[in-house]
């Protein structure tokens, strides 16, 4: 391939989901009601941490921020998606599309040290509750959750320049509905042996790095409980951790199976995208929700004060007139 045509690419034409033709619509609908939905949930899931100090906590605080990257992660492939669906334009810039890839990596390697983040945060709190306060202390919050940026910021960098220096045919189509990494390299015409050596290396890294990390918390947080079995203390511990157990299968079960355990990119990989990009964001808020009570409480407590102002709106107090003498 001469360089100059390196550079040929103007744009990229996006295949989109194997949806029939009859029924766009109705996937269309789907998809819109859970980009919605995960925005709304994630957005409620911000404010109730934000307006409650009793949410105040490091569990809290990263919870927060996992929410902020399940709505960009959502936001950096649906509206897209949602946009070729309704006009039936299936292009993409190229440009726009190393954009896409740049904030799509950022995100999902964001959740991956989240998540990891998070579990660490569960260790200390189960296995060493009395210096939870002292080792969970606000600079290191900071730190874990700005490092947590700056790699993910690196990693999204380093995987997006790799694949600038590549060359694309004129047959430009890719077989997914957004910029995915495995299927750029697939559909370039360069050699790739580079960009695939780093997404197995760097990638390989920063991926089962926090995966390990959640392991040993939860193999540590299995050994501490064993140690004192009660039903009271594996009941603390089930609510405590199951819906971030939970959010951890959905999300590296899907991941993995893309990006390291696939051997061809056909509809079960597009449909494994569709779970952990899609999906997955949009379940968080009702997994966090519905298994925990300070949420719960938090927005019980903030529907009570709407009503009251609502009503104080409509009701308002009648001043009494003082009659001087």
Known sequence: MRPENQSSVSQFLLLGLPIPPGQQGLFFTLFLGMYLTTVLGNLL???????????????????????????SLSS?????????????????????????????????????????????????????????????REGLCVLLVASSWILSCSNALLHTLLLVRLSFPADNTITHFFCDLAALLKLSCSDTSLNE?????????????????????????????????????????????????????????????????????DSKDIIASVIYTVVTPMLNPFIYSLRNRDIKQA???????????????????????????
Not at 80 to 107: A, G, H, P, R, W
Not at 227 to 247: D, I, M, Q, W
Not at 299 to 325: D, H, I, Y
């Open 197 to 265: 050596l780093v997404i197995f290396t760097a990638g390989g890294i920063l991926f089962f790095l926090p995966f390990g990390v959640i392991l040993g918390s939860y193999i540590r947080i299995g050994t501490i409980i064993l140690r004192v079995p009660s039903t009271k203390g594996l009941f603390k511990a089930f609510s405590t951790c199951g819906s971030h157990l939970s959010v951890v299968s959905l999300y590296y079960g899907t991941a993995a199976g893309v990006y390291f355990f696939s051997s061809s990119w």
């Open 45 to 71: 899931i911000i404010l109730l941490i934000r307006l409650d100090s009793r949410l105040h906590t490091p569990m809290y605080f990263f919870l927060s921020y996992l929410a902020f990257s399940d709505i």
């Open 299 to 325: 927005l019980e407590m903030c529907v009570n004060r709407v009503k009251f102002f609502k009503q104080q709106s409509l009701n308002p107090p009648v001043a009494v007139r003082s009659t001087g003498r």
């Open 76 to 136: 950096v492939i649906v509206p897209k998606m949602l946009t070729n669906m309704q006009t039936q334009v299936q292009s993409i810039s190229y440009v726009e599309c190393m954009i896409q890839l740049y904030f799509f990596m950022l995100f999902v390697s964001l959740d991956s040290f989240l998540l990891a983040v998070m579990a660490y945060d569960r260790y200390v709190a189960i296995c060493h509750p009395l210096h939870y306060t002292t080792i969970m």
